[in-house]
């Protein structure tokens, strides 16, 4: 168990390193991310150029850093689209019950018929390339779990004696949901978005990968990848360093998401007290 707790600490002082140097990352960086030099391409890492450069000269230290900028802001923003939808349309479903229950679950059927993956596929090339594109397709299809969770939650915390006295002192539901459900389902919607964040930046990489992420000269960690996997074998610092990076940032969600999971278990049953009522 204390190892555990470790790895949750560690994870979390490594996400909030990574993100505080790729936001601080201009003010110290000696080379802009687009700025090119083809005197000075494919070199390895060097004191000049710490990750080496790419094939066009640029720094791939600073593109790294860039497109950890936009990684972690696409995992954040498409599990915020992802909590909007999921815990609308869940809390709503697990609330009303009977028709309006089973309407919505329907939608969340027909979204779930499809892979996540190639349904983000599919609209990215409707809705475009681009940052914007790439947070509207991930986002559209990260909520379904979340709201499965969400409508569970709700369906048991319903029936609750203090849901009932709410309801007999004349409690509105919007204020029942809001005041009194929401807090108690913070739990676990917490726990959820720990694990959506490091899918939405793997689906992210692997969108770029394939050339459906975002457009030169802004590049994410899979457009890196996809770049050094063509030149893995002469130039192996072009592969090594973005992909290294990313597989360290999943690594430490996961260990978060796992930390997360041990201290707010949303089976224990103790959480869920009249508490959360006032």
Do not use: C
């Not at 995992?75 to 999921?86: D, E, I, K, R």
């Not at 048991?156 to 029942?176: C, D, H, K, T, V």
């Not at 899979?222 to 973005?242: D, Q, W």
Request: aromatic share 10%; proline share 5%.
């Amino acid at each position: 168990m204390k190892r555990k707790s470790h790895l949750w600490t560690v994870s979390a002082l490594f996400l909030i390193g990574l993100a505080a140097v790729a936001l601080l990352s201009p003010f110290f960086l000696n080379f802009s991310f687009e700025e090119q030099d083809i005197a000075s391409r494919l070199q390895s890492p060097s004191t000049t150029h710490w990750m080496g450069t790419d094939s066009l000269g640029r720094d791939l230290m600073s593109r790294i850093l860039q497109g950890a900028q936009l990684s972690l802001a696409t995992g954040v923003l498409t599990a915020l689209v992802a909590l909007f939808f999921g815990t609308s349309i869940g809390g709503i479903a697990g609330w009303k019950g009977g028709a309006t229950d089973r309407a919505l679950m329907r939608i969340v059927d027909v979204f779930s018929i499809f892979p996540s993956v190639l349904l983000a596929i599919l609209l990215t090339v409707f809705v475009g390339r681009g940052f914007t594109g790439i947070l509207l397709a991930l986002g559209l299809t990260g909520w379904m779990q979340l709201a499965r969770l969400v409508r569970a939650q709700v369906m048991q915390m319903r029936e609750l004696p203090w849901i009932e006295s709410a309801r007999a002192l004349g409690a509105s539901e919007p204020r029942i949901l809001l005041r009194h459900l929401l807090p108690n389902l913070w739990t676990p919607i917490l726990i959820s978005l720990a694990f959506q964040i490091p899918t939405s930046i793997l689906s992210e990489s692997f969108l770029s990968f394939i050339g459906l992420g975002l457009e030169p000269p802004l590049a994410s960690w899979g457009t890196l990848a996809a770049e050094g996997f063509r030149a893995m074998k002469s130039y192996p610092h072009l592969i090594l360093f973005p992909g290294g990076i990313l597989f360290m940032t999943l690594l430490a969600f996961q260990f978060l998401a796992e930390g997360l999971r041990v201290k707010l278990d949303p089976r224990d049953a103790s959480r869920l007290q009249l508490g959360g009522s006032g």
